[in-house]
């Protein structure tokens, strides 16, 4: 009863740490404040529209897991200065995003395009997630003593372990 006690414990414990983050990370996303400053703001509020969702595809090239609205860092203001005064300049929002992926590259990108340059970026959660589903496989067959060459008892170690459990019973 107390290894099965312990089996669930093992089971149940990865689990409630996975339901934690995944708690701890939605409410953390749904506090975040924006980081624009009010020195920021357009007074057109279409053109301010128009920057806050080119805003929201950009990432902060510093923090790197954060849109450039959310972030406070200084070169994410750069970016938002920057993409608000090309929209001011009267750009469209492809010839402001094309300017900015140009001068930083697909990794200023939230969401990178699916291209070949791209291919590791986009292939990788699966690769390891592939890779840890190999590691737990081997890991269980190693613990199990499935792995390796495991000879047969020969009839006198059988005979001799039957002895054995017999004694113990």
């Known amino acids: 009863m107390l290894q099965r006690s312990r089996q ?3 089971v149940k414990m990865p ?3 996975i339901a934690l ?10 506090s ?3 980081a624009v400053q009010p020195d920021e703001v357009l007074s057109d509020t279409a053109l301010e529209k128009r920057a806050r969702a080119l805003s ?3 990432r902060c090239l510093v923090c790197q897991n954060q ?3 959310d972030s406070d860092a200084p070169l994410a203001r750069d970016l938002r200065v920057l993409v608000r005064e090309r929209l001011k300049a009267g750009e469209s929002d492809a010839a402001v995003f094309d300017y900015v992926v140009a001068r930083y590259g697909d990794f200023v990108l939230l969401k990178p395009p699916f291209k070949i340059s791209t291919l590791l970026l986009w292939a990788s959660p699966l690769l390891l997630l592939l890779a840890g589903i190999g590691l737990a496989r081997s890991a269980t067959r190693v613990k199990r003593g499935v ?3 495991t000879a047969p008892l020969s009839r006198a170690e059988q005979k001799r372990f039957d002895d054995l459990m017999k004694r113990d019973a």
């Open 32 to 34: 975040v404040a924006r």
């Open 56 to 58: 929201a595809h950009l």
């Open 8 to 10: 669930l414990t093992r």
């Open 67 to 69: 849109s450039i609205d």
């Open 21 to 30: 983050a995944l708690v701890a990370g939605i409410s953390f996303d749904a």
């Open 147 to 149: 792995a390796g060459d």
């Open 15 to 17: 689990l409630l740490s």
